[in-house]
């Protein structure tokens, strides 16, 4: 069984920073991508960063490029996502997620197998 619980959301003013954890527990996860994700009222879910475990190499949306920082401490099974320079329309109830296989489509949401609960993030004007 695996376990993936996120944490670190909360109300920040445009232009602040937040760093979201995912605390993951459960079977192996050094073969896997894990993934950010979010979703806002009314839209899809939306692939933010991923990582691959074993290796630490990382991917983003190209929007978000400049502004998040996806990073894991494999001694802690946690992973991590920094938000700078947060804008409006960055809010959104984020997600991490593991892949189904190792060499899964990151940027795919059907190809993440376990997702944790979400934490929201608002970003006020």
């Known amino acids: 069984q695996v376990q993936l619980v996120e944490s670190g959301g909360g109300l920040v003013q445009a232009g602040g920073s937040l760093r979201l954890s995912c605390a993951a527990s459960?079977?192996?996860?050094?073969?896997?991508?894990m993934g950010w994700f979010r979703q806002a009222p009314g839209k899809e879910r939306e692939f933010v960063a991923a990582i691959s475990w074993s290796y630490g190499f990382t991917y983003y949306a190209e929007s978000l490029k400049g502004r998040f920082t996806i990073s894991r401490d494999n001694a802690k099974n946690t992973v991590y996502l920094q938000m700078n320079s947060l804008e409006p329309e960055d809010s959104a109830v984020y997600y991490c997620?593991?892949?189904?296989?190792?060499?899964?489509?990151?940027?795919?949401?059907?190809?993440?197998?376990?997702w944790g609960q979400g934490t929201q993030v608002t970003v006020s004007s």
């Open positions: 997620a593991r892949t189904k296989a190792p060499y899964s489509d990151y940027r795919r949401p059907y190809e993440y197998e376990y």
């Open positions: 459960g079977r192996a996860f050094s073969a896997y991508m």
